[in-house]
C-alpha cells in the first residue's frame, strides 16, 4: 500500500494573519437573516444591559457638563420637535466610529493574538454594541440631557441607575467570561473593561460625540433645522389619504413674511439679486455675514440654487408689476424641463407666487428633499425679513397650522421677531438698523464675516 500523501497546515501566523486582515462587519439587532450575518442578539442579562445604557447616558452628560437641551422645550409650537431622530443619527455615526477605533487599536496591538481579538469582538464587543445600537441608549441620553423630550417609552433601562460605567462594563466582561468560557477571549475581565471605558470616553469617536452633541443639540444654531425637518416627517406621517406610490409628496405652504428687498426703495427689476443681498445667520452675540447666494450654496448645495433662482424670478416679477402700477404678484415654476433635474434628484416641481405679504410654495418632491426646501425658505424668509422693530431682532419661523383637503396639503407659516436686547450684539452688527437675524440655522461650516464699513 503506498503511504498516504501528507496533510498539510496552514502555519498559525498565517491563520492569525487571515482573522486580523479582515474587520467584522458592525453587529445590529434585526432579525439574522442570510442576506445580513452581522445580525446578533443581545445575550447578557436585561440588568447588565440597563445598568450600561443608564451609565453611558450618565458619563456623557458629565463630558457635556451636564448642561440641558434648553432651547427645544417649545410649549407654544404646534410641531414637537423629534429629538431622537437627531440623537439617533448622531449616535449611528458615534458607534461606527468607535467600532472601527477599537479594531484598529486590538489588531494592531495583538497581531499575535488574533483568535483572542475575534473572540473578543465576537463577544463582550460585540454586546456592547447591541447595547448601544439600540432604543434604549439614546432615551436615557435624552432623560439626562432633555427630561421629557423624548418622543420613546421608558424602557426597563430606565430603572437601572446607580453605577459607573467602568463598573458596568466590568459586569459584561466578567458575565461573559463565565458564562460562555469557550467563547471568551481570555484575559483579566477588569482589564479588558478598562481598556474599553478609556476608548468610549476619551478616545476620538467620544470627542467627536460630544463635539457634535454642542453643536448640533446643545446650541441655539440648529432648533429651526430640526423642527422643519420634525414638521414635514409629522405631515407626511399623518395624512388622512394613501401615500403617492412614487414617493413624490405635494405639499403648499404659505409664508406670511415681508421681504425687505423687494420693498426697500428697489424700483427697478433688474436690480432685484435676491442671491446677493447681505444675509446675518445666527444670535445677536453668535452670528456670520454672507450673502443669500454664499450660505444657500453651503447649506443646500442641491436644491439651494434652483429654489433660489425661483423666487429671484418670481420677485422680478412682481417688482415689474408694482413698477407698471399693478399690484405685486409674480410666479415663477420648475419642472425639470430645463435639464436640472439630475442636480437635485428627488425633486420634481417648484411653484412660487409671491404677494405682498406672502409667499405661496408648492412642492413636489421625497421626504427628504422637501425637508431641504422648506429649511431653505424658511432661512430665505427670516433673513429677509422686514424687522417690526427700528433695531435688530432676531427672527425664526413657525409651523402654525396645517390642513388636508382632497389629497392636497397645505401648510402655514408665519415669522416671529424678537428684539435683540440693548447690550448685545457686535458693533457692525448694530448698523445694520432694521435687519432681521435668521435663528435656529448652522454658522459653523460658513465662513465667519462682517460688513465692510
Not at 62 to 82: A, C, F, G, I, R
Not at 285 to 309: A, F, H, R
Amino acid at each position: 500500500m503506498s503511504p498516504s500523501p501528507s496533510v498539510t497546515h496552514e502555519p498559525a501566523a498565517d491563520v492569525d494573519a487571515t482573522l486580523l486582515s479582515i474587520k467584522p462587519p458592525l453587529p445590529n439587532r434585526r432579525r439574522r437573516t442570510a442576506q445580513s450575518p452581522n445580525n446578533a442578539e443581545v445575550q447578557i442579562p436585561p440588568l447588565i444591559a440597563g445598568a450600561i445604557s443608564a451609565a453611558f447616558a450618565t458619563a456623557l452628560a458629565d463630558s457635556l457638563d451636564n448642561e440641558l437641551l434648553t432651547h427645544y422645550y417649545l410649549p407654544e409650537q404646534k410641531v414637537h420637535v423629534n429629538i431622537d431622530r437627531v440623537l439617533d443619527r448622531l449616535f449611528s455615526h458615534f458607534t461606527h466610529q468607535l467600532w472601527d477605533e477599537l479594531w484598529q487599536f486590538y489588531s494592531d496591538s495583538n497581531p499575535e493574538s488574533a483568535l483572542q481579538v475575534r473572540l473578543l469582538f465576537d463577544g463582550p464587543i460585540c454586546q456592547l454594541f447591541l447595547v448601544l445600537n439600540g432604543p434604549e441608549t439614546p432615551r436615557c441620553i435624552l432623560d439626562r440631557l432633555g427630561p421629557g423630550i423624548s418622543r420613546r417609552p421608558a424602557t426597563w433601562s430606565s430603572l437601572a441607575q446607580g453605577i459607573d460605567l467602568t463598573l458596568a462594563l466590568q459586569l459584561l466582561c466578567r458575565y461573559w467570561d463565565r458564562q460562555f468560557p469557550a467563547r471568551s477571549p481570555r484575559g483579566s475581565p477588569d482589564e479588558i473593561a478598562r481598556s474599553l471605558h478609556g476608548y468610549i470616553t476619551t478616545g476620538n469617536s467620544a470627542k467627536s460625540l460630544v463635539q457634535k452633541i454642542r453643536e448640533v443639540l446643545i446650541s441655539p444654531h440648529y432648533v429651526q433645522m430640526h423642527l422643519m425637518e420634525s414638521a414635514v416627517w409629522d405631515i407626511v406621517l399623518n395624512r388622512q389619504f394613501p401615500p403617492p406610490r412614487d414617493g413624490f409628496h405635494i405639499i403648499q405652504f404659505r409664508f406670511e413674511c415681508q421681504l425687505f428687498g423687494p420693498l426697500d426703495g428697489i424700483s427697478d427689476p433688474q436690480l432685484v439679486r435676491m442671491g446677493s443681498l447681505p444675509a446675518v445667520t445666527g444670535t445677536a452675540n453668535d452670528c456670520i455675514y454672507t450673502t443669500v447666494s454664499e450660505y444657500i450654496s453651503t447649506q443646500w448645495p442641491k436644491s439651494g440654487s434652483l429654489l433660489l433662482s425661483c423666487l429671484e424670478e418670481a420677485v422680478q416679477q412682481a417688482s415689474a408689476s408694482c413698477r407698471g402700477g399693478n399690484s405685486f404678484t409674480g410666479m415663477s415654476i420648475w419642472d425639470g424641463a430645463d435639464g436640472k433635474a439630475a442636480e437635485c434628484i428627488g425633486l420634481r416641481l417648484l411653484h412660487l407666487e409671491v404677494e405682498d405679504g406672502s409667499i405661496r410654495l408648492s412642492v413636489s418632491a421625497w421626504p427628504h428633499t422637501m425637508i431641504d426646501i422648506l429649511q431653505q425658505m424658511a432661512w430665505t424668509c427670516a433673513a429677509l425679513s422686514a424687522s417690526p422693530f427700528p433695531d435688530i431682532s432676531e427672527c425664526i419661523v413657525e409651523i402654525s397650522d396645517w390642513s388636508f383637503l382632497d389629497g392636497s396639503i397645505y401648510v402655514d407659516c408665519s415669522l416671529s421677531h424678537r428684539p435683540v436686547p440693548a447690550g448685545d450684539g457686535a458693533d457692525w452688527l448694530k448698523q445694520l438698523q432694521g435687519a432681521a437675524i435668521a435663528s435656529g440655522f448652522p454658522i459653523s461650516h460658513h465662513r465667519p464675516g462682517r460688513p465692510i464699513s
